[in-house]
């Protein structure tokens, strides 16, 4: 068989697609949860949560660039 090297195998596909998802969601679920015990409000808790998931996926954007970069050799 003749194997592509551009054709990336499905578990490490899966894999970095779950770091990228991790970089996403924990910072976002712990920045939820820590304004919601420091300030006691779940509506400025929700916000806080929702700025800080949005950074994260400005983050894993980045990142998930340098992963999934495909070798042009």
Do not use: Q, Y
Not at 14 to 26: A, D, E, H, N, R
Not at 48 to 68: C, D, E, R, T, Y
Request: glycine residues 8%.
């Amino acid at each position: 068989m003749d194997k592509n090297p551009n054709i990336r195998p499905t578990k490490g596909i899966f894999l970095k697609g779950s770091i990228i998802g991790v970089i996403i969601t924990i910072p976002s679920l712990v920045a939820f949860f820590v304004s919601w015990i420091v300030l006691e409000d779940k509506i400025t808790a929700l916000i806080v949560g929702v700025v800080v998931h949005f950074i994260g996926m400005g983050f894993s954007f980045k990142i998930s660039k340098k992963l999934f970069r495909i070798k042009t050799e």
